[in-house]
């Protein structure tokens, strides 16, 4: 039995993105490259952010929970990501104190929302060590859009690859954000993140 750890699993999805990079200049081309660069975002999230789970505030607890290691497939195949934080749930988290909610109601509580978010995004901040602007997060927003449209949802899209290459070096920065420098697992993904940039700029 093999253990795969997220920091593994982060470097793998990385690891993919290059190759996909250089399928081709059209939306689905790009199918891949978003898949795995915020199957990594969400990766390396929650790496982060677990290790604090108890400094937060009781109602989050539950959305850093680890779950057990072990592979069950009855538990697994019934999955459900309201379990966890969705990539919408992340990126607003993640986003700078003062920047607008992108989804109020993840934020419902005794506290007002405007208070419960800039809380909970400075909290995040702290543990991180940066948070994301407006214009990386207008980037971003289109990336999950497209994330969502091309791999989420089953239905017809209307879609032009150009913004979507342009807006990939605000992934890019995002995950090199997620990074954490102060441990040994930090170079490899430094590296992987820096392969990316180079196959995006190549092609």
């Not at 891949?32 to 660069?37: D, I, S, T």
């Not at 109601?105 to 909290?123: I, N, P, V």
């Not at 920065?173 to 196959?199: F, Y």
Request: aromatic share 8%; proline share 5%; hydrophobic share 40%.
């Amino acid at each position: 039995m093999t253990t795969i750890s997220t920091v593994d699993n982060a470097l793998d999805s990385l690891g993919r993105i290059p190759a996909e990079l250089g399928r081709g200049t059209g939306p689905l081309d790009l199918k891949g490259v978003l898949y795995w660069g915020w199957q990594a975002v969400a990766l390396l999230a929650h790496h982060r952010l677990r290790p604090a789970r108890e400094t937060f505030d009781h109602w989050f607890w539950d959305f850093l929970d680890a779950g057990e290691p072990a592979f069950d497939i009855d538990r697994d195949a019934r999955w459900d990501e309201k379990k966890r934080l969705s990539l919408i749930e992340m990126l607003d988290i993640l986003s700078s104190e003062e920047l607008p909610i992108l989804k109020p109601e993840f934020f419902q509580g005794w506290q007002d929302r405007t208070t419960r978010c800039r809380t909970l995004r400075k909290h995040v901040t702290a543990v991180i060590g940066s948070s994301v602007g407006q214009d990386q997060r207008d980037q971003l927003v289109l990336l999950l859009a497209a994330y969502h449209r091309l791999l989420r949802l089953p239905s017809a899209v209307e879609l032009q690859a150009g913004p979507l290459r342009e807006a990939l070096p605000a992934l890019f920065d995002l995950i090199d954000g997620l990074i954490d420098r102060d441990h040994d697992h930090s170079a490899p993904l430094i590296k992987a993140v820096a392969a990316c940039r180079q196959s995006l700029n190549s092609t």
